[in-house]
C-alpha cells in the first residue's frame, strides 16, 4: 500500500462549482499535513498546511480525519484558475521527510 | 530575494555521462532536498539535508550523490547516468524552527537521458 494516496482525476467542474479531495495515508503516527498546488510544468507551491481542528482560507477548507486516516480539502465556488493538480503532502512521525501523494488533477471548465 | 534556484532548466545526456544539477537558496534555510518527479509517481525524495555537513538518504538515492558543504546550496551528481533517470528534478528548502514548514521549490530540472 502506498503511504499517501490520492484519486488522479480528473475532475471536470463547471465555474461554481464545489469539489472535494480525499487522501488516504497509512502511517498512522504521520504528524504534520499540508496541501500543494502545482500547475502543468511549474513547481509545487504550499497551498494550506492541514490542522487537527480543520482550517479554512477563503474558499479552501482543510480537514483532518486520524481516526481514518484521511485528510479531505473543499473548495467552493471553483474559479477557472482553480485548474491545477493538488498534491497531498505528509510528513510521516519522527522523520524529517514529506511524502507526496500523486496528485489530484482538477479542470475548472466555463 | 531569489528564492530557490536552479541550474540547468534543461538537460539532455547520453548515457554513462555524470553530471551536476545546481540548487541555490538565499533564505538561510536549515532543510534542503531533492525530488524526481515521474508522471504517475508523484514527487519522490531522492536526497535530503538538515543542515551544511549532513546528508540523508530519501526514498530513491540510487544513481545520485549529495554534498552540502554551504547552507546554501545543495548539489545533486548523476554519477552514471541511465535512462531511468529520465525525469524532472526538484530542489527545495524550507526551515526547520518550530517543527515541519513550507518547502520552498526550485523551477525544476528537466533532464533527458538518451
Known amino acids: 500500500r502506498k503511504e499517501v494516496e490520492q484519486d488522479p482525476g480528473p475532475f471536470n467542474v463547471p465555474e461554481g462549482a464545489t469539489v472535494a479531495f480525499n487522501c488516504t495515508y497509512s502511517?498512522?503516527?504521520?504528524?504534520?499535513f499540508f496541501w500543494y498546488r502545482q500547475d502543468c510544468r511549474k513547481e509545487p507551491k504550499l497551498l494550506m498546511s492541514v490542522y487537527s481542528s480543520g482550517n479554512e482560507d477563503g474558499r479552501f477548507t482543510a480537514q483532518l480525519n486520524r481516526a481514518s486516516q484521511y485528510i479531505s480539502l473543499l473548495i467552493r465556488d471553483s474559479k477557472l484558475s482553480d485548474s491545477a493538480t493538488y498534491l497531498c503532502v505528509v510528513n510521516p512521525f519522527n522523520t524529517d521527510k514529506l511524502i507526496f501523494g500523486t496528485g489530484t488533477r482538477l479542470q475548472v471548465f466555463p | 530575494n531569489a528564492g530557490v534556484t536552479q541550474t540547468p532548466k534543461f538537460q539532455v545526456l547520453k548515457t554513462g555521462q555524470s553530471m551536476t544539477l545546481q540548487c541555490a537558496q538565499d533564505?538561510?534555510?536549515?532543510?534542503m532536498s531533492w525530488y524526481r518527479q515521474d508522471p504517475g509517481m508523484g514527487l519522490r525524495l531522492i536526497h535530503y539535508?538538515?543542515?551544511?555537513?549532513?546528508?540523508d538518504q530519501g526514498e530513491v538515492p540510487n544513481g545520485y550523490n549529495v554534498s552540502r558543504s554551504t547552507t546554501e546550496d545543495f548539489p545533486l551528481r548523476l554519477l552514471s547516468a541511465a535512462p531511468s533517470q529520465t525525469s524532472v528534478y526538484f530542489c527545495?528548502?524550507?526551515?526547520?524552527?518550530?517543527?515541519?514548514?513550507?518547502?520552498?521549490f526550485g523551477p525544476g530540472t528537466r533532464l533527458t537521458v538518451l
Open positions: 502511517n498512522s503516527a504521520s504528524q504534520s
Open positions: 533564505m538561510n534555510h536549515e532543510y
Open positions: 527545495a528548502s524550507s526551515t526547520l524552527a518550530g517543527g515541519y514548514n513550507e518547502q520552498f
Open positions: 539535508s538538515v543542515g551544511a555537513g549532513i546528508t
